[in-house]
């Protein structure tokens, strides 16, 4: 058996670890893990934070993922849908708060079709921003279309490898037509982000593993990864389990250690279950913040999960506020539009 201390140097030295080395990881405490992640992320990406501006634009959504708050089945939310010019006013109100990266997520909402999403595409990328959109499973020519019209990056977390995890949590789902969207994502030339929950009952250890060694085979360019959170209005509500920050925590460094250079958020879920997650992560690993740009009423709508964090302040405070954080721990936000390619 590996030392912890032999595992940590080969990953300084070669960002490869077999799936053995990284269980070892996830099964220590974490604390020089966390060191060396840090270290790694401040001599590959430096320290500044890229800020990116989160439009939560529809909570509409046709799937039924167990562990969402926004799946079709839960008839007590409230939903709404934004009109292609209030999505672009919101990316301009997020581009005068400094924001280089403007981030569009929703449910799968098949109301924004081709046409609709590439008039939203082109109007946000007048204003000299880079652009993200993490909307869900799509066929090839609808990414191919988006790509086309100037969308630089795509977002989809994998969720979980774990097959039969997979089937349990996704009904009508694929883990192989997941996969198949973000090769295809990847094969158009966009910056692929993809990510993984970390907490969902039934899940094991050596899935996460596995889900991170997925990670360094599609050689992402951005991995978020959260604690689940038990929704209530949910088939998982009593699933709390207080050691998901820790294990998300521990994740979020390993993947770290094995790509180095890539962009990895300090996630909302984090600091939702941890006051200072958002820091905690970003001394662990992380070096990307995506506060939200939306009013105070739509945000409150887009309830994946319980509790989220700045329900109450207007974006033009969480910019301040995220800015203090950052500094606080002699960080500084990075100007440039943060592409990891
Ligand atoms: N707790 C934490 N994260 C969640 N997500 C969805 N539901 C939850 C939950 N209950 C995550 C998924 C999705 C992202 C937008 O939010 O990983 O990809
Ligand atoms: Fe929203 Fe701190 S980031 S108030």
Do not use: W
Not at 76 to 88: G, N
Not at 199 to 228: H, R
Not at 246 to 270: C, E, H, S
Not at 323 to 329: F, G, M, R, T
Request: aromatic fraction near 8%.
């Amino acid at each position: 058996m590996t030392s912890l201390n032999n595992i940590l140097e080969k990953a300084y030295k070669e960002h490869n670890l077999s799936k053995e080395e990284i269980l070892t990881l996830l099964n220590s405490d974490g604390k020089e893990l966390y060191k060396l992640a840090n270290k790694i992320r401040k001599e590959n990406v430096g320290d500044g934070v890229h800020l990116r501006g989160l439009i939560e634009f529809s909570n509409i959504c046709k799937s039924a993922c167990k562990y969402c708050g926004l799946r079709s089945p839960n008839t007590k939310v409230e939903r709404y849908r934004l009109e292609p010019d209030e999505i672009i006013n919101y990316a301009k109100q997020g581009a005068e708060l400094g924001y280089k990266t403007i981030v569009l997520q929703s449910g799968e909402d098949n109301y924004y079709d081709v046409d609709k999403m590439c008039d939203i595409i082109k109007g946000i990328k007048k204003l000299d921003v880079a652009l993200t959109l993490s909307i869900g499973e799509k066929i090839y020519d609808e990414y191919k279309a988006y790509k086309d019209a100037g969308a630089d990056r795509y977002l989809i977390r994998i969720e979980t490898t774990d097959e039969e995890l997979y089937k349990q949590m996704h009904p009508n789902m694929s883990l192989k037509n997941r996969k198949q969207c973000l090769y295809n994502i990847k094969s158009l030339g966009y910056e692929v982000g993809s990510g993984c929950l970390v907490g969902l009952p039934n899940q094991t250890i050596e899935s996460l593993a596995d889900d991170i060694l997925f990670f360094k085979e599609l050689d992402a360019d951005m991995i978020g990864i959260g604690p689940f959170i038990p929704h209530p209005d949910t088939p998982l509500k009593s699933e709390l389990n207080p050691k998901n920050f820790d294990m998300a925590l521990k994740v979020m460094a390993t993947v770290r250690l094995l790509l180095p250079d890539i962009n990895i958020p300090a996630t909302t879920a984090m600091e939702t279950i941890n006051p200072m997650g958002r820091i905690i992560a970003l001394n662990s690993g992380a070096n990307v913040v995506m506060p939200n740009i939306l009013d105070t009423e739509h945000k409150k709508k887009y309830e994946i999960y319980p509790n989220k964090i700045c329900l109450n302040e207007h974006s033009g405070k969480c910019r301040n506020c995220i800015e203090a954080k950052i500094k606080s721990i002699g960080r500084f936000v990075s100007e440039t539009k943060g592409f990891h390619r």
